[in-house]
């Protein structure tokens, strides 16, 4: 089992920037992917959408929106980071922490003036 601590949401005006920290303990596997999905307003988990995702050998992949602003970045075998720049208020939404399957309770992303 894969337990998984996330930090850094919070509020912030658009423009603004936030990182999110992601670290994992448990069954930790030496090759792994971790990353971010995240739940918009109105929108159930099943329908949360890839933020970015990372493996160990720092191959990145990004959602569409995300390219160009949010920057994904591994710290060791269990942690994560997540930087976003240029927040919008359409970025507003529950982060989830993913490790391969697993995923994090979820930290809240609000961006609004």
């Known amino acids: 089992q894969v337990h998984l601590m996330e930090s850094g949401g919070g509020l912030v005006q658009p423009g603004g920037s936030l990182t999110l920290s992601c670290s994992a303990s448990?069954?930790?596997?030496?090759?792994?992917?971790m990353g971010w999905d995240r739940q918009g307003l109105g929108k159930t988990r099943e329908e949360s959408e890839l933020v970015a995702r990372i493996n160990n050998f720092g191959d990145a992949a990004y959602g569409n929106s995300m390219r160009g602003r949010f920057t994904i970045s591994r710290g060791d075998a269990k942690t994560v980071y997540l930087r976003m720049t240029n927040l919008q208020p359409d970025d507003t939404a529950v982060y989830y922490c993913k490790y391969n399957n697993n995923w994090g309770r979820g930290t809240q992303v609000t961006v609004s003036s």
């Open positions: 448990g069954s930790i596997s030496g090759i792994n992917t």
